[in-house]
């Protein structure tokens, strides 16, 4: 199936950074979640955005859902070292049982 | 909160044997998916289910077949396993529309 581009793949970073990562289709969604997955759980929802042009935001966390409705990034503001995870971005199309498409997932590392 | 659970975190079982995993969901939702989650390869949907009794091939569904007998129950089953399925199994549930999917904690199988 088909995976959504998602960069950056991986990302080293120092405690008290931001972060900024997007992900880019080639169609529409008419939703964009962001996942964060921490090593041996399963992803847990982030952020849910509905409507182009939306900027939503969950604490240190703030995700935009593209006005072409093909992107979707987020930012992570004053990074502490339990934001290190993989982020997943998905779009989902609502039909039948709305399946997502995922993004490759980006790494992030968090030194003091 | 939606709560979906997994039976078990993590499992072993032997080449040929039959094995059930099952999901539980607390919310209610008409909508349950089945993926694995491989290194590289991203999460890849096996099966999913838009209501009782009604099941739909996702992307990878050789070698599995599900079961939803009750709205809050679906079991991923191999038939006969093989080493190829060992993976990191992950539940998620939705309810209908644009509502985002949530996820279990996953189920790491080994297959011997």
């Known amino acids: 199936g088909q995976q959504l581009n998602q960069s950056p793949q991986s990302m080293f970073i120092q405690e008290g950074e931001d972060v900024s990562m997007n992900c880019t289709s080639s169609?529409?969604?008419?939703?964009w979640l962001w996942y964060k997955q921490d090593p041996g759980e399963g992803p847990v929802l982030l952020i849910a955005?509905?409507?182009?042009?939306e900027l939503t935001s969950n604490g240190r966390l703030t995700a935009q859902f593209g006005i072409t409705r093909k992107d979707s990034f987020l930012n992570i503001s004053a990074s502490i070292p339990s934001d290190v995870g993989i982020y997943f971005c998905?779009?989902?199309?609502?039909?039948?049982?709305?399946?997502?498409?995922f993004g490759t997932g980006t790494r992030l590392q968090v030194t003091l | 909160d939606v709560k979906v659970t997994q039976s078990s975190r993590y499992l072993v079982k032997r080449t040929g044997e039959k094995v059930f995993l099952e999901c539980v969901q607390d919310?209610?939702?008409?909508?349950m998916f089945w993926y694995r989650q491989d290194p590289g390869l991203g999460l890849r949907l096996i099966y999913f289910?838009?209501?009782?009794?009604?099941?739909e091939k996702g992307d990878i569904p050789e070698g599995y077949s599900v079961s939803r007998e009750k709205k809050e129950r679906f079991s991923l089953i191999l038939e006969s396993a093989s080493t190829n399925q060992t993976s990191m199994y992950l539940c998620?549930?939705?309810?209908?529309?644009?509502?985002?999917?949530?996820f279990g904690d996953g189920t790491r199988l080994s297959i011997l």
């Open positions: 289910s838009y209501d009782v009794k009604m099941k």
């Open positions: 955005l509905y409507k182009a042009g």
């Open positions: 169609s529409i969604f008419n939703t």
């Open positions: 998620a549930s939705k309810s209908g529309g644009y509502q985002p999917q949530h």
């Open positions: 919310m209610d939702h008409e909508n």
């Open positions: 998905a779009g989902q199309w609502s039909g039948t049982a709305s399946k997502l498409t």
